[in-house]
């Protein structure tokens, strides 16, 4: 920026256009839209199940029925998307419920493509909910291994194309995941189907509540030999650079507000379609800011967001989805 066409002050005032609502509406170089939004949802089997989770006020483990009721609001809502997440019934070595072909996303998926046919479906491909260590991928003696995991990964999002998933979002962390998952769908014939990888992902506190909702936390252990470390940026650029060449047609950063450099870096970098994750301990800290009247939920939501957006998101992956399409509505 050329400073010296900014005259001094007085001739400068950077408060002109700032004196009524509709210039500074005139002026806004960034825009929340609910097309921007996906919704989180978590399922597990049942009739008319709506689970509460203690540290996120809002979000429920719902049954299939419920899901339904759910996304259709959202649709009605017009939040284009939700991301979907499995809590299977029983947890093995190998994750059979992750790509079982009537693994609980698979059936949900079946079920909202058949009776929302417009919402899209977005599955998460993780391991993690589905073994009974809790962790994204094959252990043996104590490791977690890359390359045994990805044939699991890879048939995983498979089952999820096949079930109607209209974007693959692997979580895993795992290296040469995109590419695994890339090679099966191609294989499968499921050649239109995006993929949208979690590709910048960090080891991070801030996903504490999600295990509790997706009971995915890992029984040993932490996952910092395949999430990253939050002391670093260019990594992430390289992990995502890998993704990109393995295939991935959207990219995601995770968490977001604590990231928000990350994001912007990423969005100059390559221009990808790029999703901002605002995470379950992000929700949780306004939840309950909100919740002793220490902040006003909607401003700071809002707000959050909107800088997501001006650090370079064009997708905005929240828990509050439902409450921020509410909100955009125009009197
Ligand atoms: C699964 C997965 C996690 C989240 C999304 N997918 C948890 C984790 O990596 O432990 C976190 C989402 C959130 O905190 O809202 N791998």
């Not at 992000?282 to 707000?303: P, Q, S």
């Amino acid at each position: 920026m050329n400073l010296s066409v900014l005259g001094n002050f007085p001739v400068n005032r950077p408060r002109r256009l700032r004196t009524s609502p509709a210039l500074r509406r005139l002026v806004a170089e960034t825009s929340l839209n609910v097309n921007q939004l996906v919704l989180p949802l978590f399922a597990r089997s049942g009739k008319k199940l709506r689970r509460p989770v203690a540290a996120m006020p809002g979000v429920f483990q719902l049954s299939p029925d419920e899901i339904l009721r759910e996304a259709t609001q959202a649709q009605e809502l017009g939040v284009p998307a939700v991301l979907l997440f499995g809590i299977p019934d029983q947890k093995d070595a190998k994750a059979s419920g992750a790509y079982a072909k009537n693994g609980i996303v698979q059936q949900v998926t079946r079920r909202l493509k058949k009776e929302l046919p417009e919402l899209l479906v977005i599955t998460d491909v993780c391991l993690c909910e589905y073994m009974e260590h809790g962790h994204c991928g094959i252990v043996q003696d104590g490791k977690i291994l890359n390359d045994p995991s990805l044939r699991l990964l890879a048939r995983t999002a498979a089952s999820h194309a096949e079930a109607g998933a209209d974007i693959v979002a692997p979580s895993d962390m795992m290296d040469g995941r995109v590419r695994a998952i890339r090679a099966e769908l191609d294989n499968e014939g499921f050649l239109e189907t995006p993929i949208m990888s979690y590709a910048a992902k960090f080891a991070s506190a801030f996903y504490g509540p999600f295990r509790e909702v997706a009971e995915s936390a890992p029984s040993f252990g932490d996952r910092r030999s395949y999430q990253m470390d939050a002391a670093n940026g260019n990594e992430a650029l390289r992990e995502v650079a890998l993704d990109i060449q393995e295939g991935a047609d959207l990219v995601m950063v995770k968490p977001a507000l604590a990231y928000l450099d990350i994001l912007r870096r990423v969005k100059t970098e390559f221009g990808l379609p790029t999703a901002a994750y605002a995470v379950s301990g992000e929700h949780a800290m306004i939840k309950a800011a909100a919740a002793n009247g220490w902040i006003d939920e909607r401003a700071v939501t809002l707000e959050s967001l909107l800088a997501m957006r001006r650090a370079g998101a064009d997708i905005l992956i929240t828990y509050a989805a439902m409450d921020v399409a509410k909100w955009l509505k125009p009197a």
